[in-house]
């Protein structure tokens, strides 16, 4: 049974990913799957994650081909978020989300017409904690599914309704 996501689990995703510059985002090809690593935007999650990144790249046309992603973050805690790609040329978007640290690093302005933001919104993610988080965690999931369960070692996976 998949359960529609709250506030509460998009805070506690938030939380859990906040601290983790760097996150491996997957793409299908027309070989499989291939996973690379994106730096985050600093945004507040909301259920969309934001990537900048070139036109020129593979990940920007096997996009173009297969909006269906996933993002993985490993820190204190493993997430997984599934969800759907979307290409954002919005000038207005890349300079609200765009750094000085990003002109040496990708080499570009965020004016450059080749500098595109790929914005991911979340339609699931999986979680796995141990640590400050995993009482809270256990008793979100002892109330959503009305299981017990070993506080120890848990994960936890949320659908986002996001029609």
């Known amino acids: 049974m998949a359960n529609t996501i ?3 689990e998009i805070d506690t995703l938030r939380k ?3 601290d983790v510059d760097t996150a491996m985002l997957t793409t299908a090809t027309d070989e499989g799957l291939i996973s690379r690593p994106m730096k985050t ?3 507040e999650f909301d259920g969309d994650l ?3 990144t070139k036109r020129e790249t593979n990940k920007y046309r096997e996009i173009l ?3 269906d992603v996933n993002v993985a973050y490993a820190g204190k805690s493993y997430v997984s978020v599934r969800g759907r790609a979307e290409i954002v040329e919005d000038i207005n978007k ?7 640290a990003y002109e040496k690093v990708m080499d570009t302005t965020y004016d450059d017409p080749t500098l595109i933001l790929i914005k991911v919104k979340a ?5 796995w ?13 002892k109330r959503m599914t009305g299981q017990e369960t070993d506080s120890t070692d848990i994960n936890e996976t949320v659908e986002l309704d996001r029609n």
Do not use: C, P, R
Request: aromatic letters at 20%; a positive charge; proline letters at 0%.
């Open 129 to 141: 904690e141990t640590g400050n988080f995993t009482k809270k965690v256990a008793f979100m999931y």
């Open 123 to 127: 339609e699931a993610a999986e979680y």
């Open 65 to 67: 081909h297969d909006k």
């Open 6 to 8: 709250k506030q509460e």
């Open 50 to 52: 934001w990537f900048f």
């Open 94 to 100: 890349k300079k609200e989300l765009w750094s000085k």
């Open 41 to 43: 935007q600093e945004v």
């Open 16 to 18: 859990l990913i906040k």
